[in-house]
């Protein structure tokens, strides 16, 4: 049952603190993004940090119980606990109490400051709550499994070059207007149906709004940022690329 689980939902991990929130977002499928291979973004030495996780609990899973095939549907996901974060960061999730229903989306945010330098491995402690189909006899029954999911890492660097300075040539997508007064588009985005992260730095290294897509295009209002300089990264098929956004 442990791996039914894991290949059924937990491709990704999550978090946040409590000065931070977020908002469930679309329906992605069943799973929790960014996946393991994305990876939560990377951040800086005394710089303020965030990352966003969009998670989809399936309605149902088969499962063997007592030698027999039968499917189990899930009541919640609930997150009891990480451990590993940076000294400075914290977790909350939305809901707050971190039980995340069957059939539902919910959300959570990893957010601090720390000046603890290097790669910081991360642990999730889990525990899926299911109920079963009527078995002969004995009925429905309700069935705990614990997790632990190991795969997540932020990696903190010494100084915010991960934004500024790490610009990606002849970029694979575009963002328009730039200068950008008003709505803005990020275009040309990979057309396969796979999810992208999208992330807004701030010129100070910080995530400032994190998006997550389908398709492949969207849209936000720059009059939600006040004017600078912003850096638009664009994770996809495994692949990076960042571009500066100027917002008057």
């Known amino acids: 049952?442990?791996?039914?689980?894991?290949?059924?939902?937990?491709?990704?991990?999550?978090?946040?603190?409590?000065?931070?929130?977020c908002t469930p977002?679309?329906?992605?499928?069943?799973?929790?993004?960014?996946?393991?291979?994305?990876?939560?973004?990377?951040?800086?030495?005394?710089?303020?940090?965030?990352?966003v996780v969009s998670i989809k609990v399936p309605a149902d899973t088969a499962i063997t119980y007592a030698g027999t095939s039968i499917t189990a549907h899930f009541n919640?996901?609930?997150?009891?606990?990480?451990?590993?974060?940076?000294?400075?960061?914290?977790?909350?999730c939305n809901p707050n109490n971190c039980k995340f229903l069957g059939n539902d989306v919910g959300c959570a945010v990893i957010?601090?400051?720390?000046?603890?330098?290097?790669?910081?491995?991360?642990?999730?402690?889990?525990?899926?709550?299911l109920t079963t189909d009527p078995l002969p006899v004995v009925g429905p029954q309700t069935i705990n499994q614990p997790y632990q999911l190991t795969s997540y890492r932020i990696i903190i660097d010494e100084e915010c070059t991960t934004s500024t300075t790490n610009l990606t040539n002849n970029a694979s997508f575009e963002v328009f207007p730039n200068p950008a007064k008003g709505l803005v588009t990020i275009s040309n985005l990979s057309d396969d149906g796979?999810?992208?992260?999208?992330?807004?730095?701030?010129?100070?290294?910080k995530v400032v709004k994190t998006f997550?897509?389908?398709?492949?295009?969207?849209?936000?209002?720059?009059?939600?940022?006040?004017?600078?300089?912003?850096?638009?990264?664009?994770?996809?098929?495994n692949t990076q690329e960042t571009v500066k956004l100027i917002i008057e």
Do not use: W
């Open 212 to 237: 997550f897509t389908e398709n492949n295009s969207i849209q936000f209002l720059s009059s939600n940022f006040t004017s600078g300089i912003y850096f638009v990264k664009v994770i996809q098929k």
């Open 1 to 21: 049952m442990r791996k039914i689980l894991l290949s059924c939902l937990f491709t990704a991990g999550f978090s946040a603190i409590a000065a931070a929130q």
């Open 25 to 51: 977002g679309p329906n992605y499928g069943n799973g929790i993004y960014p996946d393991t291979t994305t990876n939560f973004v990377r951040g800086c030495k005394n710089t303020p940090y965030e990352q």
């Open 76 to 92: 919640y996901i609930e997150v009891q606990g990480v451990s590993g974060l940076p000294t400075g960061f914290d977790m909350q």
């Open 111 to 129: 957010a601090g400051t720390t000046s603890e330098v290097g790669t910081h491995n991360l642990t999730f402690s889990l525990n899926a709550n």
């Open 194 to 205: 796979s999810v992208k992260s999208i992330h807004i730095f701030n010129a100070e290294g």
